[in-house]
């Protein structure tokens, strides 16, 4: 297993009701980090300084998960649909929780300023679900792979 194999486990965790609940409205309030941390360990073997990038990208993961649903809500609200789609990806106590959370004041105030600091960004990350830094990584790897192996011809 690899570091892509860890995303994809990290966001499939955010997607996990036991273990990353939606009835809370930021990641700092969720009760599970130990939790998560300890599934973690129980897959992969992570030192104890990792422990913070798993739960940030597992906050991240979890964020864009709700972000997602509340477009899928929206769109069917608009199209006058019903959310059966929406009920098979969520428990219907969360779903009308995350609701009544996103017709209040406060949240919608807060999508506008992020949909304002959205439409400010210049570049947008477009390499897929692996990182910057590890699409570098592996482009050293693989240039200096091709470098030896071009120099071992030609001795």
């Not at 789609?85 to 017709?103: A, F, P, Q, R, T």
């Not at 400010?120 to 693989?142: E, F, Q, W």
Request: proline fraction near 4%; hydrophobic fraction near 35%.
């Amino acid at each position: 297993m690899d570091i892509d194999d860890l995303s994809h486990f990290l966001r499939t965790i955010a997607r996990t009701t036991e273990l990353a609940p939606l009835k809370y409205m930021d990641w700092p309030s969720v009760p599970t980090h130990d939790q998560i941390w300890e599934y973690v360990l129980e897959k992969f073997t992570i030192a104890p300084t990792g422990r913070r990038w798993v739960l940030g990208t597992v906050n991240f993961s979890w964020r864009v998960y709700i972000s997602k649903l509340k477009k899928m809500y929206l769109e069917a609200v608009e199209k006058g649909s019903n959310l059966d789609k929406l009920h098979e990806l969520v428990l219907e106590d969360e779903l009308k929780g995350l609701i009544i959370y996103w017709n209040t004041s406060p949240a919608k105030e807060q999508s506008k300023k992020n949909k304002r600091n959205q439409e400010k960004l210049d570049d947008m990350h477009t390499t897929g679900p692996r990182s910057y830094a590890l699409l570098c990584h592996k482009l050293v790897i693989n240039t200096t792979t091709y470098n030896l192996q071009l120099t071992s011809t030609y001795v």
